[in-house]
């Protein structure tokens, strides 16, 4: 159907044909026409946000072909496995989720690997395994940063605050406090990242915080398109307070 306007019912009936005739065929090239047909199929209900079926076919294909030693059938099963751990993910299924990702080869295709590498990390960082969720954002970041736009960077960006705040690591924090600044959407969130920010520092200095503060107000105090007043007043206080210990 490459290139030509298909009938989207034909297309599933040929693929279930296929799939009823080849799937587990003793003719090792059909059985690998008929599960891969197996993944086409799956693939399609996936991108039509039918996710209940897109599982049952996904299932299917796993009990039958997980374990097999198919080279052909290599990148193909470590999609459907990619696929079905993004189900589990979304489900809160985090543990399962995250086993059944460890088990897709590393070595198979760039683009599996770098959602099989997030995939990780978010798991780790939903069942707060601290260390790991660290080392696989930053490992993340490292390999695959330079091929995406800056919303994605930003949101392992803040997951990374959270995590080295969790273990006391102010420094590091503030680090991806000064990526999440200097990605410059000019949005509640970049403001959040000078309140913080702030905050952090002015246990360090009360001069360096201020000045962050001051940079923050500066910056969005007249932008009324945000609903921004709770973290202003919120920072304001902050000044405030250093005001009134340097007096």
Same mark, same amino acid.
Not at 126 to 154: P, Q, V
Not at 176 to 203: P, Q, S, T, V
């Given at each position: 159907?490459e290139? $030509?306007? =298909?009938d989207?019912e034909?297309?599933?009936?040929d693929?279930? *044909?296929?799939? %009823?005739?080849?799937v587990?065929?003793?003719?090792?090239e059909?059985?690998?026409?008929?599960?891969?047909?197996? #993944?086409?199929?799956?693939?399609?209900y996936?991108?039509?946000?039918?996710?209940k079926?897109t599982?049952?076919?996904?299932?299917r294909?796993?009990a039958?072909?997980?374990?097999q030693?198919?080279k052909? !059938?290599?990148?193909s099963?470590?999609?459907?496995?990619?696929?079905?751990a993004?189900? !589990?993910f979304?489900k809160?299924?985090f543990?399962?989720? %995250?086993e059944?990702?460890k088990?897709?080869? =590393?070595?198979?295709n760039?683009?599996? !690997?770098?959602? =099989?590498?997030?995939?990780? +990390?978010?798991c780790?960082?939903?069942?707060?395994?601290?260390? $790991?969720?660290?080392?696989?954002?930053e490992?993340y970041?490292s390999r695959f940063?330079d091929?995406?736009l800056?919303d994605?960077k930003?949101?392992?960006?803040w997951n990374?605050?959270?995590?080295?705040?969790?273990?006391s690591n #102010? *420094?590091?924090?503030?680090?991806?406090l000064?990526?999440?600044i200097?990605?410059?959407k000019?949005?509640i969130?970049e403001l959040?990242?000078?309140r913080i920010?702030?905050?952090l520092? *002015?246990?360090?200095?009360?001069? !360096?915080?201020?000045k962050?503060?001051?940079?923050g107000?500066?910056?969005?105090?007249?932008n009324?398109?945000l609903?921004?007043q709770?973290?202003?007043?919120n920072?304001y206080s %902050?000044i +405030?307070?250093?005001?009134?210990?340097d007096?």
């Amino acid at each position: 159907y490459e290139g $030509e306007e =298909r009938d989207e019912e034909s297309y599933i009936k040929d693929l279930e *044909d296929i799939i %009823r005739l080849y799937v587990e065929h003793e003719d090792k090239e059909l059985d690998t026409q008929g599960a891969l047909c197996l #993944k086409e199929l799956a693939d399609y209900y996936f991108e039509l946000g039918n996710k209940k079926k897109t599982e049952e076919i996904i299932d299917r294909y796993l009990a039958v072909y997980l374990h097999q030693d198919n080279k052909k !059938l290599l990148e193909s099963t470590d999609y459907v496995k990619l696929v079905k751990a993004q189900l !589990l993910f979304e489900k809160g299924a985090f543990e399962e989720s %995250r086993e059944l990702a460890k088990q897709i080869d =590393r070595k198979i295709n760039l683009d599996l !690997l770098e959602q =099989r590498e997030l995939l990780m +990390a978010e798991c780790d960082f939903k069942l707060m395994n601290i260390d $790991e969720a660290i080392t696989e954002y930053e490992y993340y970041l490292s390999r695959f940063g330079d091929r995406h736009l800056e919303d994605k960077k930003e949101k392992i960006y803040w997951n990374l605050v959270e995590l080295f705040l969790r273990i006391s690591n #102010k *420094d590091k924090a503030l680090d991806y406090l000064d990526k999440i600044i200097k990605i410059g959407k000019m949005d509640i969130k970049e403001l959040e990242a000078y309140r913080i920010k702030g905050n952090l520092l *002015d246990e360090y200095s009360k001069g !360096l915080s201020f000045k962050v503060y001051m940079e923050g107000i500066s910056k969005f105090h007249f932008n009324p398109e945000l609903k921004i007043q709770n973290i202003i007043i919120n920072i304001y206080s %902050r000044i +405030a307070s250093l005001v009134t210990e340097d007096n």
